[in-house]
């Protein structure tokens, strides 16, 4: 699932939770609408950091299909599931 479609899927579900959050009357749709976005907003900040520690970048770089091999130091390349990446000695 690739960041775009995360953030859709968040969205969606957000939605429908403030949906029948403003259905029952805890809300009005004014204060729902501003706390999807927020929510929306922290959440794709944290996934962004998160993708792009070093463990996350040389996981997308290993990804590549022209990418044959990536020489990582061992912290990193212990941390990436990828028959391409191979510690540094």
Request: aromatic residues 4%.
């Amino acid at each position: 699932m690739n960041s775009e479609q995360l953030t859709s899927l968040l969205r969606t579900v957000l939605q429908f939770a403030g949906g029948i959050a403003v259905g029952r009357g805890w809300i009005d749709a004014e204060t729902s609408t501003a706390i999807i976005g927020a929510l929306v907003t922290i959440s794709v900040t944290a996934w962004s950091l998160y993708t792009r520690r070093s463990a996350g970048l040389v996981a997308s770089a290993a990804a590549v299909p022209g990418v044959t091999s990536i020489t990582a130091a061992p912290k990193i390349a212990n941390a990436v599931e990828s028959a391409k990446v191979q510690a540094a000695h």
